[in-house]
Nanobody
């Protein structure tokens, strides 16, 4: 089983920045086998992909965050980060860390609240 723990959420003013971190652990977690990503869910909306990154470092971003977000991972430390800049009120959501492999093992963190408000 894979455990994912997020950190770094909070209250941020519009135009500000934040950095979310995710630490992966577990007896069977092998960074090589898992793609990782950040998802978010705003009240009344479906969970959506924010950004993802493969073991090799290939990245994918939602159109809504392109140019404002940077995802990265440290395979040696089993960690992943999401740097977001120029935050908008519509970025307010619970952000979830995800790690998934090709065999259907799909894991979620507990989520961290990000609120963008003045």
């Amino acid at each position: 089983q894979v455990q994912l723990v997020e950190s770094g959420g909070g209250l941020v003013q519009p135009g500000g920045s934040l950095r979310l971190s995710c630490a992966a652990s577990g007896r069977f977690f092998n960074a090589y086998a898992y793609a990782m990503g950040w998802y978010r869910q705003a009240p009344g909306k479906q969970r959506e992909l924010v950004a993802s990154i493969t073991y090799e470092g290939r990245t994918n971003y939602a159109d809504s965050v392109k140019g404002r977000a940077t995802i990265s991972r440290d395979n040696a430390k089993n960690t992943m980060t999401l740097q977001m800049d120029s935050l908008k009120s519509e970025d307010t959501a619970v952000y979830y860390c995800n790690a998934a492999n090709a065999f259907g093992d799909n894991n979620w963190g507990q989520g961290t609240q990000v609120t963008v408000s003045s």
